[in-house]
């Protein structure tokens, strides 16, 4: 009995030392740190992105990229044909203000150059007609909006214009002026002409003005009020007031604006739109991250909020808006809309606003279509010191609103 007294007591304190060690090392444990704002941004661009970009660099996007059309496509063959140009053109629009940023911690800037490598590559492969990935620009009316994404991603990054090989440059020049032979759709389209346009005003090259001017002229009797604009004759509830029409106007005006006096009142009047339709755009993200799903082009994600992302980037947000407080409504957004396991197949993007659903694509979505939710990737070109992504979290409007906060009152403005 005593032996077995004196075992009894030995076993329990074996356990309760290993009690004590596991009690302790647990006390010493810390919580894995959440990741911040800008590194969840960051892994989901680079999730989205490197698939089109590497590939490129590679020549090898038309062997890896999917051909896939909507149910209800006009054209598959054509479709297909004008979605490298058309992925190319959306991709680097959304990651051109990152590619022209500097600085910034040791990996986001190695990822930076990796990125900045691989988009000269691509875009040289893409001008390149002995290159598998040769892209032509001369196949239809959808290269005229194809290549504007293009010009609008040397206008928002100039560093990437700049890089470029004198032989790229003058390649890139004439397939840009190539899509001048199409005419524009009545609608949205005409600002796609424009920002070709203002993108060889910018950098020095012959202009057309008058292609400006009849899309600026246009649009201005199109807006219809509380800072939204009809996309052509008829009004519809959906998103082209992000997708195109806002960011458009604000960067195409800004770059004619510094060549001449002649819109003064009109970008005066434009940008308190923008203002107010942040404003809209902020609204509409809900405490979780959804939106209302309404109107066409729905599968192209986070691009609804394309021009709330411009705003934040270009540092021309509204005071309604603190920049912390959007920059948590996109974040939400972002990890909404890429949040479904059918997000992405085989790395690529699927028609779908939340993972797969092929049927709510419309005829002219391609492959390519998708990736201008890149757009929504805007506010990755200012600095991790800036107050939008150093400040500290903040609530949304409809986070305090559907919390019971008390909240200022909302109205319509006059901004005819």
């Known amino acids: 009995m005593k032996k077995i007294g004196q075992l009894l007591l030995a076993f329990a304190v074996v356990v309760l030392t290993l009690s004590s060690s596991y009690a302790q090392k647990k006390r010493a444990a810390k919580p894995a740190p959440v ?3 800008r590194s969840v941004w960051l892994r989901e661009m680079d999730k989205m992105v490197k698939p089109v ?7 090898s996007l038309r062997i890896a ?5 909507s149910n209800r496509v006009d054209n598959k063959a054509h479709r297909i044909e004008v979605q490298y140009v058309e992925v190319l053109g959306r991709v680097l629009s959304g990651v051109a203000p990152w590619l022209q940023l500097e600085g910034g911690s040791a990996e986001e800037v190695a990822l930076r150059n990796q990125y900045r490598q691989w ?5 040289s492969n893409a001008l ?10 001369d196949l239809g009316g959808q290269q005229l909006v194809d290549a504007s994404f293009i010009a609008y991603a040397f206008v928002r990054a100039p560093w990437l214009w700049e890089h470029l090989s004198a032989t790229d440059k003058n390649r890139m020049i004439t397939a840009l002026k190539s899509t001048r032979r199409f005419k524009p759709v009545f609608s949205n389209w005409l600002l796609f002409s424009a920002m070709t346009e203002a993108f060889f ?3 020095g090259y012959e202009w057309d003005p008058m292609r400006v001017d009849y899309a600026l002229m246009q649009m201005e009797q199109w807006y219809v009020g509380d800072g939204m604009y009809s996309d052509g004759v008829s009004y519809a509830f959906d998103y082209y007031n992000s997708y195109v029409i806002h960011p458009f106007l604000a960067t195409i005006t800004e770059v004619i604006g510094q060549k001449t006096n002649g819109y003064k009142d009109m970008i005066a009047k434009i940008k308190k739109r923008n203002e107010r339709y942040a404003v809209i755009q902020e609204r509409l993200i809900n405490t979780d991250g959804t939106y209302p799903a309404t109107g066409r082009s729905l599968v192209y994600r986070g691009a609804a909020f394309q021009h709330l ?3 934040a980037w270009r540092k021309a947000l509204p005071k309604e808006l603190s920049p912390a407080q959007v920059r948590c409504a996109l974040t939400a957004v972002i990890k909404k809309t890429l949040e479904s396991p059918t997000t992405y197949d085989k790395g690529w993007l699927t028609l779908g606003l939340y993972g797969s659903q092929p049927d709510m694509a419309d005829f002219y979505n391609n492959q390519g279509s998708l990736y ?7 506010p990755l070109g200012l600095p991790e010191t800036d107050p939008f992504w150093a400040d500290a979290p903040a609530k949304w409007s409809a986070q305090r609103i559907w919390s019971g906060e008390d909240f200022p009152h909302d109205h319509s403005v006059n901004l005819k």
């Open 35 to 37: 990741p911040s704002d």
């Open 53 to 59: 970009l590497y590939n490129l660099a590679q020549d």
């Open 65 to 69: 990229m999917p051909k896939i059309t």
């Open 119 to 123: 988009a000269l590559q691509g875009i």
């Open 128 to 137: 390149d007609s002995s290159a598998k990935d040769f892209m032509r620009f």
């Open 201 to 203: 005003c910018k950098y």
């Open 309 to 311: 992302a411009d705003m």
């Open 372 to 378: 201008i939710c890149t757009n929504i990737f805007l």
